[in-house]
């Protein structure tokens, strides 16, 4: 994983037409042959491929084999927080037995392949996937971790990509016209430069500071958005935190997303994007998705989501066979992932956040 790539994946974020590069490369980083993004949204549907499978899946889409097709159903269902591989839900043999794998995917030599699905508070269902060669062999272990550690950045590309409809933007003002969700451009120092009309209506959860510096009045989102902005070019901080109202409810997930290569011309001297999703109270994300949007490992999604269920911290390492010390471990990295001081206010985010299966 290289940091030109991640670049790449975040300038993808406002210029789509770069995808079917990102994704190829992507995929060939795993010995696949090619990538998807898929996002829909209500009755519409947005798609972009390399260009190595974009044939193969033009006729998946168009000769009625995606709506016959379990796996974007398996992937959004599980909405699981991790690249999953069709051995995660099928068995070899249900797989020779499956019509489309047998009838469409065999004959053009695919079949294997690891995606993960992305079930967004605004209504966008999103997949992506890279697609290997069916004599190739099932996509390993190993792959799966250089696609997990790239799945945040991913994550936070394809969401604005699929909110724009896969569409560039020509200007700033368009840009958050497609968007149509509070975003904020910002520059390095943190000082607004051109907001969304979304963005006037958070007067009650942000503020500006001296120099027009942006301030979330969120005091623990505040912090992470600073630290993040001060060390956006290492992406070695949180990029998306929770912003909590007076009462200490969520209400949007944030999202601090680098403006790098040619989207500089849609966002001329801007640093950043700060995009604040949503959470409809009555459509609240699951814990597994929140894993991409607060950059928690699978094994800290897992205690999250035990945390909000109510469990003790004894109790989850006894429930995983683990020490008390590595889940005591793990609660710390939430913490500081979600922007939490105490314990009992990160279970309330969380509990907050879970949807009833």
């Known amino acids: 994983m290289t940091a030109d790539l991640i670049d790449r994946i975040?300038?993808?974020?406002?210029?789509?037409?770069?995808?079917?590069?990102?994704?190829?490369?992507?995929a060939a980083m795993t010995d696949s042959?090619?990538?998807?993004?898929?996002?829909?949204?209500?009755?519409?549907?947005?798609?972009t491929a390399s260009d190595s499978v974009y044939g193969a899946f033009d006729e998946y889409l168009k000769g009625g084999w995606f709506k016959r097709c379990g796996r974007r159903v398996c992937l959004l269902e599980k909405a699981h927080s991790a690249f999953l591989t069709?051995?995660?839900?099928?068995?070899?043999?249900?797989?020779?037995?499956?019509?489309?794998?047998?009838?469409?995917?065999?004959?053009?030599?695919?079949?294997?392949?690891?995606?993960?699905?992305?079930?967004?508070?605004?209504?966008?269902?999103?997949?992506?996937?890279?697609?290997?060669?069916?004599?190739?062999?099932?996509?390993?272990?190993?792959?799966?971790?250089?696609l997990n550690a790239l799945r945040p950045h991913i994550a936070r590309a394809s969401m604005i990509a699929a909110r724009m409809g896969l569409q560039t933007a020509t200007t700033a003002k368009d840009a958050f016209a497609k968007l149509s969700i509070p975003t904020i451009l910002l520059d390095l120092d943190g000082a607004g430069i051109e907001c969304s009309d979304e963005?006037?209506?958070?007067?009650?959860?942000?503020?500006?500071?001296?120099?027009?510096?942006?301030?979330?009045?969120?005091?623990?989102?505040?912090?992470?958005?600073?630290?993040?902005?001060?060390?956006?070019?290492?992406?070695s901080a949180v990029q998306s935190f929770a912003v909590k109202n007076e009462e200490g409810r969520p209400t949007h997930v944030a999202h601090l997303v680098p403006i790098s290569g040619s989207a500089h011309d849609v966002f001329a001297k801007g640093y950043a994007v700060l995009v604040l999703n949503p959470?409809?109270?009555?459509?609240?994300?699951?814990?597994?998705?929140?894993?991409?949007?607060?950059?928690?490992?699978?094994?800290?999604?897992?205690?999250?989501?035990?945390?909000?269920?109510?469990?003790?911290?004894?109790?989850?390492?006894?429930?995983?066979?683990?020490?008390?010390?590595?889940?005591?471990?793990?609660?710390?990295?939430?913490?500081?992932?979600?922007?939490?001081?105490?314990?009992?206010?990160?279970?309330?985010?969380?509990?907050?956040?879970?949807?009833?299966?």
Request: proline content about 4%; aromatic content about 6%.
């Open 86 to 146: 069709e051995l995660d839900y099928w068995t070899e043999e249900e797989l020779e037995q499956n019509d489309i794998y047998r009838d469409f995917f065999y004959p053009r030599d695919l079949g294997w392949s690891a995606g993960t699905g992305l079930i967004m508070p605004t209504g966008d269902h999103i997949v992506i996937s890279v697609e290997r060669n069916h004599e190739r062999g099932p996509i390993e272990d190993a792959h799966i971790e250089t």
């Open 279 to 357: 959470l409809d109270q009555k459509t609240r994300p699951s814990v597994d998705l929140l894993r991409s949007l607060f950059d928690l490992t699978a094994a800290e999604a897992s205690v999250a989501r035990e945390l909000g269920a109510g469990l003790s911290v004894e109790a989850i390492a006894e429930q995983g066979g683990v020490s008390i010390n590595t889940v005591r471990t793990q609660v710390r990295r939430i913490m500081e992932k979600t922007g939490g001081k105490r314990l009992p206010e990160v279970v309330s985010l969380i509990s907050n956040l879970v949807l009833p299966h």
């Open 199 to 235: 963005m006037e209506k958070l007067s009650g959860s942000l503020m500006w500071g001296a120099n027009d510096r942006l301030v979330l009045k969120d005091a623990d989102a505040n912090d992470m958005l600073q630290t993040a902005l001060a060390s956006l070019d290492k992406r």
């Open 33 to 47: 042959r090619g990538g998807l993004l898929l996002s829909t949204r209500e009755k519409s549907l947005s798609w």
């Open 10 to 26: 975040y300038e993808a974020s406002f210029v789509p037409d770069l995808w079917p590069d990102v994704l190829s490369d992507v």
